[in-house]
């Protein structure tokens, strides 16, 4: 009977805590956070809809002038394919919410703001901007910047610079 006892009395509910009232009260359950590093940049939902934003820096690096290069002859009306390499050198992954943005000079009849192509932190990437060279004569420059999704500029400016002959 002392065995069977001691086996029921091991294989019984948890105790539980009773109040001065006589009520059955459950035992403290401490309450858990979920953490959320604060940043600008980054964010990645997580199960139960909780939000983990990852802190990051943005920066590009130009690397080259993959086609026209600087001083160019060109014709009036000419399409120009300009294309430059460069890295990204920051610890974010460019996506859909990068872009960029004519800064200074001339639009030459490119949209004036365009998506980044989509680039991992450490990985290079050409840039490809369809220009047209002016009907006038003379030296032409379009400067480009990146912007993150806040729309703060980042990383080194690159820009387009040529010549349009005259006829």
């Known amino acids: 009977m002392l065995i069977t006892s001691m086996l029921f009395a091991g294989c019984s509910l948890a105790p539980s805590r009773i109040s001065a009232q006589g009520k059955n009260l459950d035992y ?13 940049i980054d964010s990645v939902n997580i199960e139960n ?9 943005n920066n590009l690096e130009f690397i080259d002038d993959i086609t026209i290069p600087d001083g160019t002859i060109v014709s009036s009306g000419d399409i120009l394919d300009k294309i430059w390499q460069v890295k990204n050198s920051g610890t974010c992954n460019w996506d859909d919410r990068y872009s960029l943005r004519l800064t200074a000079g001339n639009g030459l009849n490119a949209n004036p703001k365009k998506s980044l ?3 991992r932190s450490g990985t290079t990437a050409d840039i490809s901007i ?3 060279a002016p009907e006038d004569p003379g030296i032409y420059r379009s400067a480009w910047q990146a912007f993150d999704p806040e729309n703060k500029p980042f990383g080194d400016p690159f820009y387009i610079e040529f010549v349009v002959e005259s006829k």
């Open 49 to 57: 809809d909780v939000e983990i934003i990852i802190d990051c820096d």
């Open 130 to 132: 369809q220009f047209i």
């Open 117 to 119: 192509f989509p680039a």
């Open 28 to 40: 403290y359950q401490p309450a858990t956070l979920s953490p959320t590093i604060k940043s600008d």
